[in-house]
Nanobody, 122 residues
Framework: QVQLVESGGGLVQAGGSLRLSCAAS????????MGWFRQAPGKEREFVAT????????YYADSVKGRFTISRDNAKNTVYLQMNSLKPEDTAVYYC???????????????WGQGTQVTVSS
């Protein structure tokens, strides 16, 4: 069964940190690139970060570059998003996704999690 489950969201003050996790089934995780996306109320979904299967290639949205770090542990079928120096504009529901291609385009991803809420207070 295809499954992606995010965790680690919550409420944090501006300047704080959170680490999101996304646990996947082996079938979903194996040989797939992984991505993080987010959607704020009233806004379209936007790309955050993506990582290749071996973890050697990573790409970030300009808005999070230098503050967020994507990583993965293939032995645990888990991808992480370390978020530092959080800003109120980072408030959104964060989704992880799996797909064959490391991409900024959400349409390139085949599988999606249910999302986890991140709220950053000013």
């Amino acid at each position: 069964q295809v499954q992606l489950v995010e965790s680690g969201g919550g409420l944090v003050q501006a300047g704080g940190s959170l680490r999101l996790s996304c646990a996947a089934s082996a079938r979903t995780f194996s040989n797939n690139a992984m991505g993080w996306f987010r959607q704020a109320p009233g806004k379209e979904r936007e790309f955050v970060a993506t990582i290749s299967w071996y973890g050697s290639s990573k790409y970030y949205a300009d808005s999070v570059k230098g503050r967020f770090t994507i990583s993965r542990d293939n032995a645990k079928n888990t991808v992480y998003l370390q978020m530092n120096s959080l800003k109120p504009e980072d408030t959104a529901v964060y989704y992880c996704a799996a797909g064959r291609t490391r991409s900024e385009d959400g349409d390139d991803y085949l599988y999606w999690g249910q999302g986890t809420q991140v709220t950053v207070s000013s």
